[in-house]
């Protein structure tokens, strides 16, 4: 099993600053299955990034994927007051899909 | 726009059954090409897949999880269902069921999540 390890736990950042959030995995994830999501109170998580970069229906520009391999990176360019929430990457391989425990972005 | 809710108890007993369904709309189980799942999360943590299915009826489950878990699909309610059995208190948990996105690998639609506490 895949084990996904997220970087820093809490993030704090002022709106219009830039969010680089770390994803490292155990193993390579094969075929950059890599996802990304961000989950406000009381909320589902809402899909942003699949395929390590690619932005889902919806999601803002702000919003970017990179990396392949083990390490993965979200960016968002610049923080929106709407942004401030957790954020889990997520990983799929040998018919298993596991999460990283997440990283907080919070107001400073 | 696929729409899934969650329904089921919110309360479950130590050593019983924790039985959830899930109803989609806006999209047709029975079209295939996407499995359907379910997630769940610990209080104040973070998320745990438990298994998909598709249509057909097939499955694959967290091998965590794998000798309690059954779920199973109802495509003329366009439903598919989640049973966890000798659950104990560490399974309360909100329990999630999701879309399995067109690549297979993330969750596209999610549903709004039910708490289930499982307590005497």
Known sequence: ?108 | QVQLQESGPGLAKPSQTLSLTCTVSGGSISSGGYYWSWIRQHPGKGLEWIGYIYYSGSTYYNPSLKSRVTISVDTSKNQFSLKLSSVTAADTAVYYCARVGDSYDHFDFWGQGTLVTVSS
């Open chain 1, 1 to 108: 099993e895949i084990v996904l390890t997220q970087s820093p736990g809490t993030l704090s950042l002022s709106p219009g600053e830039r969010a680089t959030l770390s994803c490292r995995a155990s193993q390579s994830v094969s075929r950059s299955y890599l996802a990304w999501y961000q989950q406000k109170p009381g909320q589902a998580p809402r899909l942003l990034i699949y395929g390590a970069s690619s932005r889902a229906t919806g999601i803002p520009d702000r919003f970017s994927g990179s990396g392949s391999g083990t390490d993965f990176t979200l960016t968002i360019s610049r923080l929106e007051p709407e942004d401030f929430a957790v954020y889990y990457c997520q990983q799929y391989g040998s018919s298993l899909f596991t999460f990283g425990p997440g990283t907080k972005v919070d107001i400073k």
